[in-house]
């Protein structure tokens, strides 16, 4: 019942990539090969970059359609009316900013709904891809709550796959690990799981798993990397080892199958 509804606004994909667990150290070895003047990683085989084909691929998003912008507005009356329209009742909020909602309040409101009527089906689907912001695709450092400024974007139903979403979370992307780049700064934001899925498909030797020993790889990809197990030896790395691995690796591995610029373009279009 829920699911065509969440392929009518091009979050089904999306919603079916489960845990994926990062590793510090290899973050903080793709932060250090950054550089914000360019938006590129550079390697010893060249630049590269996570581009709009990747979140297509990794994540499923439309990344055709119209910019995700809007104004931010931080005041209660703001957070209140669009919450009203989109949860159907007033939100729990962050104790320390107003504009930011629990997660954990917008799932119960999404399970507790009887899905009995569009109406219901249509709010738990917004309350699901409310959560979807928060914890994929805008992620904070928290991962508990997402900002209200997002929810003028869900009003209209019919109106929400209408948005390049990929264009979004690969700019929500770049701007993290800008950030991430500065020397004062220690921890990073944003959609880790798209950046470590790229990282793994494009540069296998840094991968904790040999992809041949995991699923057929589809849309989305970032799908066959969640609940994958690790080695110790693996897990045993750090920033040296992984920078090691880099400095001799010889290519990228790039997407060559036609099937999947097949499946890409049935996004798109």
Not at 154 to 172: P, V
Not at 194 to 216: D, G, H, K, S, Y
Not at 237 to 261: K, L, P
Request: glycine letters at 6%; hydrophobic letters at 40%; charged letters at 20%.
């Amino acid at each position: 019942m829920v699911e065509n509804y969440l392929r009518a606004t091009g979050f089904y994909h999306v919603s079916k990539i489960g845990v994926i667990r990062g590793f510090h150290p290899l973050l903080a070895t793709l932060v250090e090969r950054w550089r914000p003047e360019t938006h590129t990683f550079v390697l010893p085989v060249g630049e590269v970059t996570v581009t709009l084909e990747d979140v297509a691929y990794i994540f499923g998003l439309p990344i055709d359609g119209e910019a995700v912008s809007g104004w931010t507005d931080s005041s209660g009356d703001f957070v209140q009316s669009q919450s009203h329209a989109i949860f159907g009742r007033e939100p729990e909020v962050s104790s320390s900013s107003k504009s930011y909602i629990k997660l954990g309040w917008v799932r119960r409101v999404r399970d507790a709904e009887p899905l009995d009527t569009e109406d219901s089906v249509r709010r738990y689907v917004r309350c699901h891809i409310f959560c979807l912001f928060g914890s994929t695709l805008f992620t904070d450092k928290s991962t508990a709550y997402a900002h209200a400024k997002y929810l003028p974007l869900l009003r209209d139903f019919d109106r929400i796959h209408t948005y390049s979403w990929g264009s979004a979370c690969l700019a929500h992307l770049y701007r993290a690990l800008c950030r991430a780049s500065r020397f004062d700064t220690k921890e990073m934001d944003g959609p880790l799981n798209l950046l470590f899925v790229w990282a793994w498909e494009r540069m296998p030797c840094i991968a904790p798993v040999p992809r041949n020993t995991l699923p057929p790889a589809e849309i989305p990809v970032a799908k066959r990397w969640s609940h994958s197990a690790r080695t110790t030896a693996w897990s045993s790395n750090i920033v040296v080892t992984f920078m090691h691995h880099i400095d001799y690796m010889q290519e990228v591995n790039i997407y060559g199958s036609c099937e999947f610029y097949f499946q890409i373009l049935t996004l798109r279009f």
